[in-house]
């Protein structure tokens, strides 16, 4: 995948990311600068999304630790135990904001 598909997929992912904390019933600012995705929750705490462009990754910060997606097939998957990014990142923001967050990937 070239530099440029590689960023208008992940970038897509970042708009999706972005409109699903939107939508949530939970308290989750959203703040996004260039190809980095900030989450901030009630109590301040952050997650962040980034795109690590040379690595073709999509890498997470979250509460929960360190996290790195690599797209395999149709689904970005963390490259240690192979969970699907959306899945893992509701997990991470329903821990941190104390309510459930449920990030689902859009068409």
Known sequence: MTESEFLAVAERVLDQLEAAAE???ADIECERSGNVLALEFEDR???I???QT???EIWVAARAGGYHF???GQAWRDTRDDSELFAALSL???QQAGEA???TPTA
């Open 92 to 94: 991470y923001a329903t």
């Open 101 to 103: 967050v449920n990030f």
């Open 23 to 25: 939508r949530s019933d």
């Open 70 to 72: 690599r797209l395999v």
């Open 54 to 56: 040379p690595m073709q």
């Open 49 to 51: 999304v980034n795109l």
């Open 45 to 47: 705490s952050k997650i």
